[in-house]
């Protein structure tokens, strides 16, 4: 009769737990992917379908009503690309537009509190809330708090003026 699976027999015609295949030597395990090669991929997935395309379409669009042809971009709870799918996604995202509206990128500011010092090497945050210039505020994961504030901060017709909101649906926000 064969030993069960898991087990093997010893020398003295007993048999033995074999270890886990985790605690096993030479083990691959997973292997992590670089941060700008994940990109990459992430790129590529994105310019598969014609998302990307109307949301460049809607996005110039905006900035013609806004009269803004040069804006300067402000992204706010991205999130961690290194590693979050999601927060990857939304990069790319924002540096497609920003490729799109061929923006300079000192012209882009991206914080959030989340970010290791890896993501800050591959974002080189920094952050600046009042919009004196036309601003594109690109917002993927903030709550409404963080809304307010942006808001808040920018109340004046002049200020709010300035400001071209990527976010969530602030309806869903109402209660």
Known sequence: ????DGFAYDDQGGFTPTRPRKNRKNRTGNVRIPPEVALDCTRQELRAGDWLQECHDLLLESLQLLRASSPEVLCLGLGSPSSSRDARAQLVFLLEICDK???????????DPVFSEEDERL?????AYPLPVPTIVFMPHCDLQLYENLIHE???TDR???LLLIAN???EYVD
């Open 1 to 4: 009769m064969d030993p069960p």
């Open 154 to 156: 920018n109340w004046s």
């Open 123 to 127: 974002l080189d945050a920094n952050a």
């Open 101 to 111: 509206i061929s923006l300079d990128p000192s012209k882009v500011s991206v914080y």
């Open 169 to 171: 649906r602030l309806s």
């Open 160 to 162: 709010l003026s300035h």
